[in-house]
Structure formats: structure tokens, C-alpha cells
């Protein structure tokens, strides 16, 4: 599976993640996964396509010392369909930037 990790956290900063993952995202799934809902603008074309499978999120899991956003785009209505696919370039650099821009405000350094 293609992840983006972020690994070595602190106590202190899984706390601050949590918190602040389930005021972005609600509370987690299965222990520590958050589903990240992706911004509609982009969406590829089969996604787009598929109205009946949208929303598409992406699979964010916080553990004690890590947080790992697979990067496989997903729906919730479906196990298997075309439009479930690795995340596009545009998809890849945007859920980074949610992750990032979180870690940048919370001062969490890694």
C-alpha cells in the first residue's frame, strides 16, 4: 500500500492530532482511523463520473507514534468499483498539504 507517514510523534503531539482530527473529521473508526473527506475539485474524471459512489475520502491512521494517510482514494458506498484508484498527483499533493498545514498549526515538528 502507498502511504504518506509521518512517524516519531510525541505523546503530546498524538494528543493534539487527535483532537484536532476529530474536530476536522468527527470521531475515528476502528480505533485510529479518520476518513478524510477529498475536496470535490479533485476528483478525477471516473470519479466525478461516479455520483453514486461520491463522496471519496482518503484513510488517515493515528497511532501512538505515527500517522499514516494511505493513498488510495476511497468511497464508503462501495468495496469495489473503477473509481476506487490510487490518489492522482493533484489528489497525492493535496491530502500532504491537509497534513502538513494541521502539523504547521499545531507547531508539531517532525
Not at 28 to 40: K, Q, S, T
Not at 87 to 108: F, G
Request: glycine share 4%; hydrophobic share 40%; proline share 5%.
Amino acid at each position: 500500500m502507498k502511504q504518506y507517514v509521518i512517524d516519531e510523534l510525541r505523546p503530546a503531539d498524538y494528543d493534539l492530532l487527535r483532537t484536532r482530527l476529530e474536530e476536522c473529521f468527527g470521531p475515528p473508526e476502528l480505533g485510529g482511523v479518520f476518513w478524510v473527506p477529498i475536496d470535490p475539485r479533485h476528483y478525477s474524471a471516473m470519479q466525478r463520473s461516479h455520483g453514486d459512489c461520491r463522496p471519496f475520502y482518503f484513510a488517515v491512521e493515528l497511532q501512538d507514534q505515527s500517522l499514516a494517510c494511505e493513498l488510495l482514494v476511497r468511497t464508503r458506498q462501495r468495496v469495489r468499483c473503477d473509481c476506487i484508484a490510487y490518489a492522482t498527483d493533484a489528489q497525492r499533493n493535496w491530502i500532504i498539504a491537509v497534513i502538513d498545514d494541521i502539523l504547521d498549526k499545531l507547531d508539531i515538528t517532525v
